[in-house]
């Protein structure tokens, strides 16, 4: 039985295999979809989670090896109807097309703003790894400027 | 491409609607299957029994398939087309809500059901969503506002012409009443709907409230929060996983494979070899490939086991295609000036080359794949006398009938759910992987399955951008001025039936056709097995490469300026009469938004050191775009796309923050595409996923300034149109830079990259 931390929230999962990746198992079994498959290689980023307030690529470490430690979906970013700062900028610059790739993006980014309250370009250029085939870069950089600049002062908690 | 899809639509939805009134006995539909059906009774939706009998106390107000008004006010609108990432859904929300008077904030916007008796074409393909639906969703907005202010008149025992309405409310200014469409909604369901559509008043332009405004995507809320919108999201009880192994080589079949071992892994419940359906070599993918399927109790499971499969591939018909030896092919063919098929001839084409010292170039493009981030998958539950399907499809309607011959049911027992597309780009105008999933799922009946394909069933079995080449010859005046053009483009058609491959063809009104007195364009086609398909702005996004390439090599060689030069040459026909029909190529619009891209990118105008400016205009899907480049390259050929300066007129512009999030990811998706390539030996594509096909990411996406003209034209789409100039306009500006043309694409092949 595998025991995981996700969203604040104990869960246990039976009879999956040792190698499964965290992204199936969050997918599958505890339906939490809001996670993306994209690539299965660790390229494009769609299924960008933390561990323990890391960026990883969910569909590179198996399930197993998150046991016990803090996993962190874009289903829980937020608490409550209560959006992040991050949440609201994507809302407000109108930032996703297609829309897929959007929570890894803001998987990615929240990271950032933990380490980077108010991100250089630079900054964002080397973090903000995924890829959005829509092309929506513009608007993410945009959005990330916004969100930092509404949590300043405020501890920077985005 | 609008008559491509034309025919790729018209058998199906016909056919479907045709089902379908005979099914229901249909009969209040006026205007006909596909048109003025805005104010049909909204047959499917959920409530209009009830609405039939004797009402109950409290109804909501359905008066058309596309506007619900429940009595608490609550406005609910439905979106008939496909959302791929274009932003249908909030564009569709704001024209029905401004000719309804809605306020936004009452309204939701949702997928309708999928259903052409009631709503005609639904698809998403060709930019076509808005120039189609413009006219049938503003009837069916203003319908449904005439109704509710005709229940207010007589709920008053006042005159209609004496309301107004605003922000969801009926006004009777003359007594200082008010009505909101909620408290309505009942007496509006009772009313009959308008008889003619088309003599509803429409509001004029000047009396918008909503559209030309930004919107927020309707969506993202959800979006953000990671709610499931997607195909692959879709959970249900009971649920099993698919996936269908297919030969690399596209067409090839299982001579053998390791099936009762497979079926014994962990998480396995069944495994077995798929004939196919689909023709070997079809330029369409149209059905189920051969393979073997694998279906089990987890996506993983069936990954793992994917690994363990060993098949013995039967290539006797599968494809043998090379790039290597199309492009030595395509080379040898290109020296002749005239090729196999003559598509137009102007005047006398040889008579001037043989007297004139012609500028020639020699262009060549790859492959491309679609490359969108959610792979193909699609849950299907086949239940013996009905199949029920959530898909991630551009063309719901060709799925119907696909489907239904596949498992040997009539197309009217075919249920599909629209689910919002993770990005579309053309691929999803094929629904080969839809077919996938009612193939397995008629195999293990009466359980919902979860078909899957990996990111590399995607890149490896895509319906390419066909690649291609061209040989050009132009003729310039004393003047400079271009005088002759011959054109002759390789391209490529299916082996069997000879048709040119999607998006591989010679329209015989390709500029400059008919702006010069001397023209051929001509084509040779070599046979291609490789299944292409539309990609995004199919056709012209190469057109639109060779041809404005070469545009800027003739002002160039003529010692003119290229902005002058493309005036010059469109000025031979300003002031030309629009034609009738849908908007084609006019002179006018183009000299329009040339002029506002040089305008605005500071045409002609010092420059910080180092940067140089490139240009392009293009015409597609009814939209006339420039696009003005501001590049710089360093010593190592690493090009950086400072600015972007993009001039549009695609009439008035719906949703201001969805137009500009278009053109800007256009211009995005451009420069990705610039360094981007598949190749194929022996009949597989040699790139399969985003380690060897690196799809743009964010580093120096450029400044993307967007100038619409907002013309009185009726509005067209923007999912496509966009693309088209940017590529040349790049490359345009790299020979400014560096004085080194590029022929050849990926620009990576001329050693340079995009920063």
């Excluded at chain 1, 046991?67 to 289903?75: R, S």
């Excluded at chain 2, 006995?25 to 209009?48: E, I, R, T």
Aim: aromatic share 8%.
């Amino acid at each position: 039985m595998l025991r995981l931390n996700v969203n604040g929230q104990e869960r246990t999962i039976d009879g999956i295999a040792d190698d499964t990746p965290l992204l199936w198992v969050l997918r599958d079994e505890l339906k939490l979809v809001g996670t993306k498959f994209g690539c299965g290689v660790g390229q494009c980023g769609a299924c960008t989670v933390h561990l323990n307030g890391q960026p990883i690529r969910s569909c590179q470490i198996p399930a197993v090896a998150a046991a016990g430690e803090k996993v962190t979906t874009v289903e829980g970013l937020s608490a409550g109807a209560q959006l992040t700062a991050l949440q609201q900028a994507w809302i407000d610059h109108d930032v996703p097309q297609c829309g897929y790739c959007q929570s890894g993006q803001l998987m990615t980014a929240t990271a950032l703003l933990k380490q980077h309250p108010k991100p250089t370009d630079a900054q964002i250029d080397q973090f903000m790894t995924n890829i959005c085939r829509c092309g929506t870069y513009v608007r993410i950089r945009k959005a990330i400027h916004a969100a930092a600049a509404a949590t300043a002062g405020k501890g920077g908690a985005a | 491409m609008i008559a491509e899809f034309e025919r790729l639509l018209a058998q199906p939805v016909e056919a479907a609607a045709a089902q379908s009134l005979s099914r229901r006995g249909f009969m209040k539909l006026s205007g006909g299957v596909g048109g003025g059906l805005v104010l049909a009774l909204a047959v499917g939706l959920p409530d209009q029994a009830s609405a039939q009998g004797a009402p109950p106390p409290q109804v909501p107000f359905a008066p058309g398939a596309y506007v619900r008004i429940s009595p608490d006010g609550k406005i609910t609108l439905y979106s008939k087309n496909p959302e791929i990432g274009q932003g249908i859904k909030t564009a569709f929300g704001v024209i029905l809500a401004e000719e309804l008077d809605a306020a936004w904030a009452d309204v939701t916007v949702e997928q309708s059901e999928i259903n052409a008796a009631v709503y005609g074409a639904q698809f998403a393909g060709g930019s076509l969503s808005i120039p189609m639906n413009w006219d049938n969703l503003r009837q069916a907005g203003a319908g449904a506002r005439a109704m509710l202010v005709s229940a207010a008149a007589k709920q008053w025992g006042v005159a209609e012409s004496e309301l107004t309405t605003a922000d969801s409310t009926v006004i009777h200014a003359a007594s200082g009443r008010k009505a909101s469409y909620g408290s309505l909604a009942t007496a509006a369901a009772a009313l009959p709907v308008p008889a003619d559509p088309k003599a509803l008043k429409l509001k004029d332009r000047k009396d918008y409230k909503l559209i030309g405004k930004r919107f927020t995507g309707v969506d993202n809320l959800d979006l953000v929060t990671g709610k499931p919108l997607f195909a692959i999201d879709v959970n249900l009880p009971g649920m099993l996983y698919a996936s269908l192994v297919k030969c690399p080589s596209v067409g090839g079949k299982v001579a053998s494979a390791n099936i009762d071992q497979i079926k014994k892994l962990p998480g396995i419940t069944d495994a077995f070899i798929v004939e196919g359906t689909a023709k070997p070599a079809n330029v369409m993918l149209t059905g189920v490939l051969p393979g073997v399927a694998i279906v089990g109790k987890s996506t993983w499971a069936v990954f793992s086991a994917r690994k363990q499969l060993k098949v013995t591939w039967d290539h006797s018909t599968a494809s043998k295609d090379s790039w290597t030896d199309y492009v030595a092919k395509a080379k040898e063919l290109s020296v002749k000036p005239v090729g196999d098929k003559v598509v137009r001839t102007v005047g006398d084409i040889d008579k001037v080359l043989a007297s004139a010292k012609p500028v020639e170039a020699y262009y060549q493009f790859a492959f491309v794949s679609h490359a969108q981030l959610e792979p193909q998958n699609t849950v299907a539950w086949f239940k013996g006398d009905s199949i029920e399907l959530w898909a991630p499809t551009q063309l719901p309607a060709n799925s119907l009938p696909l489907v239904a011959g596949i498992v040997g049911l009539k197309a009217d027992k075919v249920t599909l759910h629209q689910m919002r597309v993770g990005g579309g780009f053309g691929r999803r105008l094929l629904n080969d992987f839809v077919a996938d999933a009612a193939y397995v799922a008629k195999q293990v009946p009466n359980t919902p399955i979860k078909l899957m394909w990996t990111r590399e069933d995607d890149m490896e079995h895509d319906a390419y951008r066909v690649g291609g080449f061209m040989s050009y010859k132009g003729v310039l005046d004393e003047q400079g001025k271009l005088a002759a053009l011959n054109a002759h483009m390789i391209g490529f058609e299916d082996p069997v039936s000879k048709a040119p491959t999607t998006a591989s063809d010679f329209g015989a009104n390709e500029f400059p056709a008919n702006y010069l007195t001397d023209y051929r364009a001509s084509m040779s086609r070599l046979p291609l097995s490789m299944p292409c398909g539309p990609w995004r702005a199919p056709g012209t996004n190469t057109m639109s490469w060779v041809q404005q390439s070469f545009f800027h090599e003739l002002a160039v060689a003529a010692k003119r300026d290229h902005v002058e030069f493309l005036l010059e040459v469109f000025g031979r026909k300003a002031g030309a009469a629009p034609q009738a029909g849908p908007p084609g190529l006019n002179p006018d619009r183009a000299i329009g938004v040339i002029k506002l891209a040089a305008e605005k990118a500071g045409w002609g105008k010092p420059l910080p050191k180092g940067r140089h400016l490139g240009m392009a205009f293009f015409f597609s899907h009814q939209g006339h775009i420039a696009e003005i480049a501001e590049v710089s390259v360093d010593a190592k050929k690493k090009v950086t796309v400072h600015k972007m300066t993009v001039a549009c007129d695609i009439g008035p512009v719906i949703n201001l923050s969805g137009a500009e999030n278009q053109v800007q990811g256009c211009i995005v998706d451009a420069m990705s595409t610039l360094a981007l390539e598949i190749t194929m030996e022996n009949g597989a594509a040699q790139q399969v996923n985003y380690d060897k096909y690196p799809a743009r990411r964010m580093p120096n996406s450029p400044q993307v300034d967007v100038h619409f003209v907002q013309s009185n034209y009726n509005p067209s789409g923007l999912g496509e149109p966009a693309f088209p100039p940017a590529a040349p306009a790049i490359c345009n500006a790299i020979f400014a830079a560096t004085g080194t043309r590029i022929r050849t694409l990926p620009i990576t092949k001329a050693g340079f990259s995009v920063a």
